[in-house]
């Protein structure tokens, strides 16, 4: 059975960092592309970033560019998301996702595997 499991969520400050991490299990992930996804409340999903099958080539979305950090170990099947200067408007619970494709896949459509996410909140 495939799972997808994020850990590292949790209440933090504006200003602060937190670091996501997402375990995958029952297959390995080292030949596809991964992405870090976060729905708020009332809001669509939106992809926050994505790496390709080496973590040589990656996406950010423009709110995030420059703060969040996407990053992989394949050897331990495992996707991250560092997040710095995080600000109110980035509270959302994140999921990361697997794609059938080697390269970034910027649309939730390529994405087969979900995770169940991780709740984020950034007081002000």
């Known amino acids: 059975q495939v799972q997808l499991v994020e850990s590292g969520g949790g209440l933090v400050q504006a200003g602060g960092s937190l670091s996501l991490s997402c375990a995958a299990s029952?297959?390995?992930?080292?030949?596809?592309?991964m992405g870090w996804f976060r729905q708020a409340p009332g809001k669509e999903r939106e992809l926050v970033a994505a790496?390709?099958?080496?973590?040589?080539?990656?996406y950010y979305a423009g709110s995030v560019e420059g703060r969040f950090t996407i990053s992989r170990d394949n050897a331990k099947n495992t996707v991250y998301l560092q997040m710095n200067s995080l600000k109110p408007e980035d509270t959302a619970v994140y999921s990361c996702?697997?794609?059938?494709?080697?390269?970034?896949?910027?649309?939730?459509?390529?994405?087969?595997?979900w995770g169940q996410g991780t709740q984020v909140t950034v007081s002000s």
């Open positions: 790496v390709n099958w080496s973590g040589g080539s990656t």
């Open positions: 996702a697997a794609g059938l494709s080697l390269g970034v896949v910027v649309s939730a459509q390529g994405y087969v595997y």
């Open positions: 029952g297959r390995t992930f080292s030949r596809n592309a």
